[in-house]
């Protein structure tokens, strides 16, 4: 599909669209059957009022897609949040163009912040790429707890805990203004090591997924023994 987007710094008159993105996430997270950190319709409404949000519409004015900004440890970390693009509006493009918007965004606001996103696909880790983000070790993010509690609404929030938040399923990447390297050799990476990023990710899902069948026989075993659940 080729479509023409209009993708915006969302101001008080988006806030109507809140409702209508919060569902979106959690949908396309459960249709993913990967973990989020949820969040609500005010929350979504507060960063459009901060003037911390994109939103996108079609040329019709349908809702298209959204990302917010995020600041962390006294804002000296920023964080592009909650990517969502519009099912019948994926894979035209317009993922590229939010997060290309909410990054100028990010740098205007706070020019000395370094952009981080934590994610689970690959698309959005070219996308980052392409912008001059590289991954990263979970230590090099914010360690403001206020962060890292916005996972306790994941489904792999345990993961995280038990792995002392130093990895989950999720790839961290990182924009250092001060220390970056050129998107141009960002993006050749990328390219050069998706084969092994995907194989990555994959291992992931399925050493974490065996996290959670041992957990699983555990507790099972735990309440045979104690009578629970029989
Ligand atoms: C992920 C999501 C935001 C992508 O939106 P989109 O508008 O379809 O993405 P785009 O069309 O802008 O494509 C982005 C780029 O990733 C590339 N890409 C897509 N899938 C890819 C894959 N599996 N491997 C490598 N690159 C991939 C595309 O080719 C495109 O690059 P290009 O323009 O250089 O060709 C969208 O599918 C979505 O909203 N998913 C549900 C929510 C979600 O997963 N959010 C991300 C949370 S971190």
Same mark, same amino acid.
């Given at each position: 599909?080729?479509?023409?987007?209009?993708?915006?710094?969302?101001?008080?008159? $988006? #806030?109507?669209?809140? *409702?209508?993105?919060?569902?979106?996430?959690?949908?396309? *997270?459960? #249709? &993913?059957?990967?973990? !989020?950190? =949820? &969040?609500?319709?005010?929350? !979504? &409404?507060?960063?459009? @009022?901060?003037?911390?949000?994109? !939103? #996108? +519409?079609?040329?019709?004015?349908?809702? *298209?897609? +959204?990302?917010?900004? %995020?600041?962390?440890? $006294?804002? *000296?970390?920023? #964080?592009?949040?909650? @990517?969502?693009?519009?099912?019948?509006? &994926?894979?035209?493009?317009?993922? =590229?163009? !939010?997060?290309?918007?909410?990054?100028?965004?990010?740098? @205007?606001?706070?020019? %000395?912040a370094k952009i981080f996103g934590l994610t689970t696909g690959l698309a959005v880790m070219k996308i980052n790429s392409d912008l001059g983000y590289e991954p990263v070790t979970y230590s090099e993010l914010t360690q403001d707890d206020d962060f890292w509690k916005g996972c306790q609404s994941c489904v792999n929030y345990d993961i995280l805990m038990s792995k002392e938040r130093k990895n989950c399923l999720c790839t961290a990447m990182l924009y250092d203004p001060k220390d970056h390297w050129q998107p141009e050799e960002t993006a050749q990476q990328f390219k050069q090591r998706a084969k092994a990023y995907e194989r990555i990710l994959a291992i992931k899902r399925i050493r974490f997924l065996k996290y959670f069948i041992m957990k699983a026989h555990n507790k099972t075993s735990k309440n045979e023994k104690t009578g629970i659940g029989i």
């Open positions: 599909m080729n479509q023409n987007f209009e993708v915006m710094v969302a101001e008080r008159h $988006h #806030a109507g669209f809140a *409702a209508v993105i919060c569902d979106e996430m959690a949908n396309s *997270a459960k #249709a &993913r059957g990967t973990g !989020i950190a =949820k &969040r609500s319709p005010d929350y !979504i &409404r507060d960063k459009m @009022l901060e003037g911390k949000a994109v !939103i #996108a +519409f079609a040329q019709d004015g349908t809702w *298209a897609g +959204f990302c917010y900004v %995020e600041c962390w440890s $006294h804002e *000296a970390y920023v #964080a592009n949040s909650g @990517l969502i693009v519009a099912p019948q509006f &994926r894979k035209s493009g317009l993922a =590229k163009m !939010i997060k290309q918007k909410i990054f100028e965004l990010s740098r @205007l606001k706070y020019p %000395e």
